[in-house]
T-cell receptor
């Protein structure tokens, strides 16, 4: 069974631009969550989606948004990029909301210049 | 909110030795404590987890212990091998799908 797939693997953007990252969960998994990983702040929860609805949100500005499609695939969007948005963005999937075992993808490395 | 502290930040051992990584959490409502291993260029991989109604769990060379009273949990790796070298993260749940992670421990196993 294929794992969590994230695309693209690497992205380079400039300040002020926007970016969309994609995540395909493990087949059969219906819950998707997103995390940001930086050397300074570590791993931080961004948001969680289940049944195409955002169920939980971390402490990030409104420039960070996401959505989930009917096939459970998810995208996250960051608008008006700032230098501090440079990070590894990780997507994790689980079977259902109450299944707390999260399986992570390899992430998208975003660099903002 | 939940805060998870992890120690040590780096750990160097010889192949065959044991390694222990410790974490503490602050929110007594947390009831799920996973451990992840992250290798260079990869995402975190779930290696073992424990729920608050269990004191210890073992899977081959890896074990996790939990002390709810003291709000401590630890990862024990026995008979370490070079392929165990990676960054290890502990975490605690604060809601469905929402984990608060420790700051990570870089484990280096020398042959």
């Amino acid at each position: 069974k294929a794992g969590v797939t994230q695309t693209p693997r690497y992205l380079i953007k400039t300040r002020g631009q926007q970016v969309t990252l994609s995540c395909s969960p493990i087949s059969g998994h219906r819950s998707v969550s997103w995390y940001q990983q930086t050397p300074g702040q570590g791993l931080q929860f961004l948001f969680e989606y289940f049944s195409e609805t955002q169920r939980n949100k971390g402490n990030f500005p409104g420039r960070f948004s996401g959505r989930q499609f009917s096939n459970s695939r998810s995208e996250m969007n960051v608008s008006t990029l700032e230098l501090g948005d440079s990070a590894l963005y990780l997507c994790a999937s689980s079977l259902a909301r109450r299944d707390e075992k999260l399986f992570f993808g390899s992430g998208t490395q975003l660099s903002v210049l | 909110g939940e805060n998870v502290e992890q120690h040590p930040s780096t750990l160097s051992v010889q192949e065959g030795d044991s390694a222990v990584i410790k974490c503490t959490y602050s929110d007594s409502a947390s009831n799920y404590f996973p451990w992840y291993k992250q290798e260079l260029g990869k995402g975190p991989q779930l290696i073992i987890d424990i729920r608050s109604n269990v004191g210890e769990k073992k899977d081959q060379r890896i074990a996790v212990t939990l002390n709810k009273t003291a709000k401590h949990f630890s990862l024990h790796i026995t008979e370490t091998q070079p392929e165990d070298s990676a960054v290890y993260f502990c975490a605690a749940n604060t809601g469905f799908q929402k984990l608060v992670f420790g700051t990570g421990t870089r484990l280096l196993v020398s042959p």
